[in-house]
């Protein structure tokens, strides 16, 4: 008889252990969370086209050199908002210029001849 109430204790103690643990990983696993993602003010000058290597400059600065441009895929850069001169080169040749405004949050898109 002793062993079967020592059994029982036993089996009260591991579901309550059991319940505590349930208890606390359901407290911990299903909260809800505040999560504020925020991004910096400006916007995007994307290059599309196809081919390569070029040259893409935003006003005046290379900002990469030996590019290739893949026409399901373009190259973004955040700017600031305001006006920007965007070129690309290939070797001496120019295959785009342009001069563009953009406002915050803007994406402006210049589309690049092939070559």
């Known amino acids: 008889m002793r062993m079967a109430t020592t059994r029982s204790g036993v089996r009260r103690s591991a579901l309550c252990i059991a319940g505590l643990l349930a208890a606390l990983a359901g407290a911990s696993c299903f909260r809800k969370l505040d999560e504020v993602i925020t991004t910096d003010a400006g916007a995007l000058i994307v290059f599309e086209g196809e081919g390569g290597p070029v040259t893409l400059l935003i ?20 700017v600031p908002k305001g006006r920007h001169e965007v070129e690309v080169r290939k070797g001496e040749r120019r295959l785009l210029w342009r001069e563009i405004y953009v406002a915050d949050g803007e994406t402006r898109v210049g589309r690049v001849p092939k070559d």
């Open 59 to 78: 006003d005046g600065a290379a900002v990469a050199e030996g590019a290739y441009l893949v026409p399901s895929d373009g190259v973004r850069y955040r």
